[in-house]
């Protein structure tokens, strides 16, 4: 356990200096944000460099942030260290209006579906993916259901029947 | 791949011996397995005709309870309505009138009680949430219906029978077992 | 702390759906005939999405065997089955895969819908799942409990056995029915 | 008119009909169909002429084995009438007279034949019984019989060749 | 049957040389959801598109209007193969958050439920396997002992598949002897029959011959298809949750971690085996250390937390102070810290990650589930390519895809 | 012979014949249900029980509603080749009980009836191209259904049939040579003379080829690659409902019976007696020794019956490249060994060491 978080950190930020931001350990874990059109390069240094190499990718989703104008979309990471068991999350913003992120498939297999469901339900639009379709919801789906306005179901749909519900 | 752990185990992978590729004494030694379980005691639950007891803390049927005068529990505090997952709980409280102190313990009781036990999941967490002692799940299951509309249990399919009024009922009702206080 | 309270013994009754018999309500000593040996024989189609899914596994094992029912030739292809079970979830994205399913199955067929999510939606009152499979396909015989114990599968099998036995042989070419089957769209 | 004779002339018709179907039918499935028919048909033959023996393997040979593979190689490539290239003209008109001409010869060499000499006795012979067969194939005619066992191997051998080459 | 390909087709007789094949999703190989289109060229398949989705139930929508503790419910219906593994993650990510300590006791029962939880998955994979390859008595032989499980959970709990068991800080109650009862006839009974079923599959070659070399991956390529749990093991990476990052005291067990070579379906049938002798040596560990507790110690079953651990029923009736606790708890008013957190067990197919972002509201701003089958079952396509029919469908029974699970 | 027959000869076969379709009916009736039990019984647990005692009256249940189900063809397939494929399939499965010798024969009415409805002499032959017919009824059946999944199951059918007939008849041709008869009857007589002068003893490894050739021509697990369940979901029968799939499924429960009589005829004595043969025959007349060798027939048949059960219900199934190996590599290669080896061991037997 020789990776510590300081260590990370001192890595990155050789290397990108100050364009990452907002360093936290919530929970022990090192967070930090990175500027939108960074993240592949963010990710593949973290993946060659010798000494960090974040091999694995844990997690790949969203989170909407109505409130935070221009930038409501944060893509989140979650990256693993399997040797030295280290674990890192970091984020990239994009402004709802354009949610344009370069996809991380080139890098992860894993990334593929992981970004299609992210785009499934918040629209999040991954620039290279290979088949960035809905894989979850159905095609006809027009808007993006976990984005905060949306309610959990549809207000005008018909087929509920009120009798079955309580409260 | 290097090892992440100390405590690699290497699964026994090996190659059929000669006798083994052959099918024939795999074949057969599964063929004895299979042949001793004729002789095997036959675990089957023989339902309807048997039953399985239950745990007593099964989570079955809803059951409103009644103190030993036979008034009901429920103060229509609605806590269980919040707490139920499956919103399957509809309630509606009302003030207790003078001379019902006969059926209802407290000033406030539950008018209407349904339980939509086709949305009901059986969690078990209205009977947590419950702070009256008034609302447990038995163990009976859900029975099956031919209609939707026989799953709506209101108020008289719920409460337990009266101990002043059918104590042969409420007998049942409590399965012989004495209430823990 | 064991509950002060075991049993509900106020289970509520079995009401025979309206015109299950069809038309005509005589029932001839050969409807009897071929209502029991259909009875006996209704192999089922596990259309098994979810958690009932597993628990159906549970009853068609050795502790509960649906066998004994003369249920334990399960197909997969719905031409050969005469009960759809529907097991789990059904969201929207699989509605209109099962209303095929019922519509390839081979008349006489009952749908027995499983568990709280087939029958209601159960939990999952959101925007990707069917609120009861009775909007697509007409459901015989609904089984409640999320999912339901074996024995109330056994119970719910049990009900659509009663069905069963006691149709009538012109149910399925009277008009009844075939206004039921119009209510879903079917012809 | 005997039984035997009966039945000589309606399953000569089965035969003939049948056959002429595998030409006419637009289905190659039921030309293959029509084909199998004419095989029994053919083998009835064999039975009044008391040659069980032939009657069986033609069976089991032809119906049983070939006309599988064959069934099998159309089911497999799905050829039905839609699919089915559009004939030329005059290659219709060429395989006609070809057909034709053909005919012509084996009713002119019939008909060259001294069938009287050679007429065998319906139901009474017993050429195709084993023994005989054996007897006629291990002696008289052991050359003809290796010459073509040889003939079977290289054929064989080839099949196996052409399609390891393919791999 | 050969290939098509060499046999010179008029044109326009033929449309393409393959043909699609539509592989659920009611097929029964699909466990009911999934579909495959398969291009074949004779049983050969050529390529192989996914389509997930058809039970997709919105988890994570419906979890941002649930109180943390009405959660429980919905982990249930993830992976419903083992739900109380997905409780306690739940659990453990919810006190991880709101910073609470469970005591020894607690954790050792946990343990014993996970992997309790754990075998009934293990099984239900591993006879499906066979099941799938033909052989249905070994299935039937297995399932009668997670029904011995399944009355443990009921012993327990009160339920037996969706078990909704445990609270956070510990257990709705502590467990009976019947259940300690019922876990040691379990435990004396189940190896048993676990060898009979390895003599039944392991050594036949007929078994071997259809699943050696099947669907088999490499420990690069898994790891870059997020492959967690026995597939990722099965392929070499020796990578358990349990091991790398112990939570509920997993640090004081002793267990090895099986691991494979080749990653093809004989690899995983072995190695889930092997976990399955793994998990009850574990059981009996815990079981013995459960036993040692002595005195009020042998009575916990849950932390110390009245803030967020509901107080006693009697209490509630009452005292004043347990009343306002009680409804605080359940309208979902507790103080919850702001934050975000990110939690894993070692689900029984894998990596089962929680990431909670909470603003300090009554319910999570944000929760995403890592659910393993999701991510590793893309790689489906790529480790099918090739092989014949009956391989993909026994490929896709040992990877152990839960629809609920991969669905959300 | 065949062609100068009487009146009654034909009336007395006909009636034969009624009775070895009515009992292979109802034999396989009884061999579904049968397979229910037994497989509940091997997998502990207990199997139709409800329709009347001990659930024996399961099979005519599942008949009759097999009678009252919707009849439903395809909208694309071919409708004759979609009803002649479970026509010929039950068809061939019932044809081959033809040459099987049931028992001796009996004394009635002053005449002597022989329990075979043709005693022909290439009777072996004769169930070999009835059996290599067989496949017809899977492969139209399957290809009518215009459904791929059908259509696999049924070339899969075909071609493991065509195969593993090749090995059968090798191993055929090697017992053909011990005995010197191609007709089912004289086997058995044969086989009566002594306790050890079962073919068996004689050819083990042939009888083996031939068993696991017979599972194969049955499409039974672990050869039951055209139904496979879980690949095909019913294979070649997927499509079909009502008394069409009846057909099928009966059609594979006679095939089962009569390969099972074919194979007890041909190395486990027929409807001889083991051991008491003589004795019995000494103590009783011609119809009893009739019945009891049909009992002994029987019973030897529902030992097979439950051999076959109890394999499909031990083991996994081939994959379909392992099939054709397991035929092709290991079958015929081995018949042919132990043909040859009948052979020189039946050349030292009449010439000793030098000829």
């Known amino acids: 356990m020789s990776l510590t978080n300081e260590i990370i950190k001192q890595r990155l930020v050789e290397k990108f200096g100050d364009q990452l931001t907002d360093w936290v350990e919530p929970y022990g874990m090192l967070t930090f944000t990175a500027p939108k059109d960074q993240n592949l390069k963010v990710l593949q240094f973290l993946f060659d460099d010798a ?107 018909v087929d509920k029947d009120d009798a079955m519900f309580g409260r | 791949m290097q090892a992440l752990t100390n405590r690699v185990k290497q699964v026994d992978r090996k190659k059929l011996s000669f006798i083994e590729s052959l099918y024939l004494p795999a074949i057969i030694k599964g063929m004895f397995i299979t042949f001793s379980h004729i002789f095997k005691r036959k675990p089957t639950v023989r339902y309807p005709e048997k039953t399985r007891t239950f745990s007593p803390v099964f989570r079955g049927l809803h059951v409103l309870n009644r103190d030993e005068q036979g008034r009901e529990n429920c103060t229509a505090c609605g806590l269980c309505a919040v707490a139920c997952p499956a919103e399957a709980i509809t309630m509606e409280g009302a003030e207790r009138k003078p001379g019902e102190e006969g059926l209802y313990r407290e000033e406030k009781y539950a008018a209407r009680y349904e339980i939509n036990m086709l949305r009901c999941i059986f969690c078990g967490l209205c009977e947590e949430a419950c702070p009256k002692d008034a609302i447990y799940l038995s163990e009976t299951f859900a029975p099956a219906n031919f209609q939707r509309k026989g799953f709506i249990y209101g108020k008289e399919d719920l409460l337990i029978p009266n101990p002043v009024t059918e104590p042969e009922a409420y007998a049942k009702a409590k399965g012989g077992r004495v209430a823990v206080k | 702390m064991s509950r002060p309270v075991r049993f509900n013994n106020k289970v509520k009754m079995v009401e025979a759906p309206a015109s299950f018999m069809g038309d005509g309500f005589m029932a001839t000593s050969l409807e009897k005939v071929v209502g029991l040996a259909r009875k006996n024989s209704i192999w089922p189609l596990p259309f098994a999405t979810s958690c009932c899914g597993i628990e159906f596994m549970a009853t068609a094992a050795s502790h509960y065997d649906i066998a004994r029912f003369g249920a334990e030739r399960m197909s997969f292809s719905p031409r050969q089955c005469d009960l759809l079970m529907v097991m789990g979830t059904i969201s929207k994205k699989m509605g209109p895969v099962l209303k095929q399913v019922y519509l390839q199955m081979a008349e006489p067929r009952w749908v027995l819908s499983v568990g709280a999510c087939a029958c209601s939606g159960g939990i999952f009152d959101s925007y990707s799942v069917l609120q009861g499979i009775d909007q697509i396909i007409p459901v015989d015989v609904y089984v409640p409990g999320c999912p339901p114990r074996p024995e109330a599968i056994l119970d719910g099998f049990m009900k659509i056995q009663e069905l069963v036995g006691n149709e009538s042989l012109r149910r399925r070419t009277g008009e009844k029915y075939k206004d039921m089957l119009a209510e879903y769209g079917i012809q | 008119m005997g039984i035997t004779q009966i039945l000589f002339w309606f399953l000569s018709l089965l035969a003939v009909g049948s056959a002429a179907m595998v030409v006419v039918s637009k289905n190659p499935v039921h030309s293959i169909l029509f084909l199998i028919v004419t095989f029994f048909a053919i083998s009835g033959h064999y039975i009044l002429l008391n040659a069980q023996f032939i009657a069986i393997v033609n069976i089991i040979v032809y119906a049983g084995a070939i006309m599988v593979l064959f069934l099998f190689v159309v089911m497999l490539m799905n050829l039905n009438a839609e699919s089915e290239p559009q004939k030329n003209r005059l290659m219709l008109f060429i395989g006609t007279i070809a057909g034709a001409s053909l005919m012509l010869v084996l009713v002119a060499a019939l008909k060259q034949s001294d069938t009287t000499t050679h007429l065998i006795q319906m139901g009474g012979g017993n050429v195709g019984l084993i023994e005989q067969l054996g007897k006629a194939l291990f002696t008289d005619y052991v050359f003809p019989f290796e010459i073509s066992s040889v003939l079977f191997l290289s054929a064989m051998i080839g099949a196996v060749v052409i399609s390891k080459k393919e791999d | 049957m050969q290939s098509t390909e060499h046999i010179v087709l008029p044109e326009g007789s033929l449309e393409k040389l393959t043909t699609t094949l539509n592989l659920g999703p009611t097929h029964p190989a699909t466990h009911g959801v999934f579909q495959n289109i398969l291009e074949m060229d004779g049983e050969r398949i050529q390529k192989a598109t996914s389509t997930v989705g058809y039970i997709h139930r919105a988890f994570e929508k419906i979890a941002e209007r649930r109180p943390l503790y009405q959660i429980t419910p919905l982990t249930d219906r993830l992976n419903y193969c083992s739900s109380p593994i997905n409780n306690m993650g739940w659990h453990l990510t919810c006190e991880k958050l709101l910073g609470v300590e469970t005591p020894k006791r607690v954790d050792y029962l946990r343990i014993i439920i996970m992997e309790l939880a754990r075998i009934s998955d293990h099984l239900i994979c591993n006879s499906i396997v066979g099941v799938d390859s033909g052989a249905f008595s070994g299935f039937l032989y297995l399932m009668q002992y997670r029904e011995l499980i399944y009355e443990i959970y009921e012993e327990v709990c009160g339920s037996r598949l969706t078990t909704n068991i445990g609270r956070i800080g510990g257990f709705e109650r502590n467990f009976t002897n019947t259940a300690f009862e019922k876990l040691e006839k379990f435990l004396k009974e189940y190896p048993v029959q676990l060898k009979e079923f390895e003599n039944l599959f392991l050594r036949n070659r007929i078994f071997m011959g259809r699943t050696i070399g099947c669907g088999p991956i490499s420990a690069e390529r898994a790891l870059n298809y997020g492959f967690t749990g026995p597939n990722l093991r099965a392929a070499g990476v020796d990578y358990d949750v349990r091991v790398h990052t112990p939570y509920s005291s997993y640090q004081d067990f002793e267990f090895t971690v099986p691991v494979g070579s080749t990653g093809d379906c004989y690899d995983r049938f072995l190695v889930r085996n092997e976990e399955m002798w793994q998990s009850l040596s574990i059981i009996n560990q815990a079981y013995k250390k459960v036993q040692e507790f002595k005195g009020t110690e042998a009575d916990i079953f849950h932390a110390d937390v009245p803030a967020y651990y509901l107080p006693e029923k009697k209490d509630v009736y009452t005292k004043m102070e347990a009343l306002i606790y009680h409804f605080k708890i359940i309208m979902g008013e507790t103080e919850i810290p702001a934050g975000e957190v990110y939690s894993s067990v070692e689900g029984a197919n894998g990596e089962l990650g929680f990431y909670l972002i909470s603003d300090g509201g009554r319910t999570p701003y944000r929760l995403h589930f890592r659910r393993p089958c999701f991510i590793y079952y893309q790689a489906y396509p790529e480790i099918t390519k090739g092989s014949m029919l009956s391989d993909a469908i026994i490929t896709m029974s040992s990877l152990n895809l839960i629809a609920g699970e991969l669905d959300a | 012979m065949f062609l100068s027959i009487d009146t009654a000869v034909i009336i007395e076969k006909l009636a034969l014949i009624a009775v070895v379709v009515v009992a292979s009916l109802v034999i396989a009736m009884y061999a579904t249900f049968a397979e229910r039990k037994v497989a509940a019984i091997l997998q502990d647990r207990v199997g139709p029980n409800r329709a009347g005692p001990f659930g024996i009256l399961q099979p005519l249940a599942d008949g009759l509603k097999l009678f009252f189900k919707e009849e439903i063809i395809p909208n694309f397939s071919n409708k004759f080749l979609f009803i002649l494929g479970p026509s010929l399939a039950m068809l061939t499965a019932m044809m081959t009980g033809a040459v099987v010798p049931w028992g001796d024969k009996i004394h009635i009415l002053g005449r002597d009836f022989s329990l075979q409805i043709a005693d022909i002499n290439i009777g072996i032959l004769y169930v070999f191209g009835v059996v290599s017919l067989g496949v017809y009824g899977i492969m139209i059946g399957s290809w009518a259904s215009n459904n791929k999944f059908s259509l696999m199951g049924g070339l899969r059918a075909a071609s493991q049939i065509i195969s593993y007939e090749l090995a059968l008849g090798i191993a055929l041709i090697a017992l053909l040579m011990v005995t010197g008869t191609m007709s089912l009857k004289t086997m058995v007589v044969q086989q009566q003379a002594h306790w050890y002068s079962w073919n068996i003893v004689k050819q083990p490894l042939g009888f083996l080829i031939f068993l696991i050739c017979a599972f194969a021509e049955c499409n039974r697990t672990p050869f039951d690659l055209a139904e496979a369940e879980s690949e095909l979901i019913g294979g070649y029968h997927t499509e079909y409902s009502s008394m069409k799939l009846g057909f099928y499924l009966f059609a594979e429960y006679i095939n089962m019976f009569i390969s099972s009589t074919i194979m007890i005829c041909l190395y486990f004595g027929g409807y001889g007696i083991p051991f008491f043969e003589h004795t019995v025959a000494a103590h009783c007349g011609t119809n009893w020794l009739a019945f009891w060798h049909i009992l002994t027939l029987l019973f030897k048949v529902a030992c097979f019956l439950f051999f076959f059960m109890w394999v499909r219900w031990t083991i996994p199934r081939f994959r379909y490249d392992q099939l054709m190996n397991l035929g092709w590599k290991i079958l015929i290669p081995l018949s042919l060994f132990n043909m040859l080896v009948t052979g020189a061991v039946i050349l030292f037997h009449q010439y000793g060491w030098h000829f």
Do not use: C
Request: net charge negative.
């Open chain 1, 51 to 157: 000494e960090l190499r974040f091999q694995f990718l844990t997690d790949l989703q969203a989170v909407h942030y109505p409130a935070k104008k221009g930038e409501e979309l944060a893509v989140v990471y979650h990256l693993h260290n399997l040797v030295d068991n280290v674990r890192i999350r970091f984020k990239v913003f994009a402004d709802v209006t354009k949610p344009d992120v370069f996809s991380a498939t080139a890098i992860y297999q894993s990334a593929n579906w992981m970004e299609r469901e992210t785009y499934d339900f918040f629209g999040v639009n991954f620039v290279g993916h290979p088949n960035l379709i809905r894989v979850l919801n159905v095609d006809e789906m027009d808007y993006f259901p976990m984005r905060k306005e949306f309610p959990m179901e549809e207000q005008t749909r």
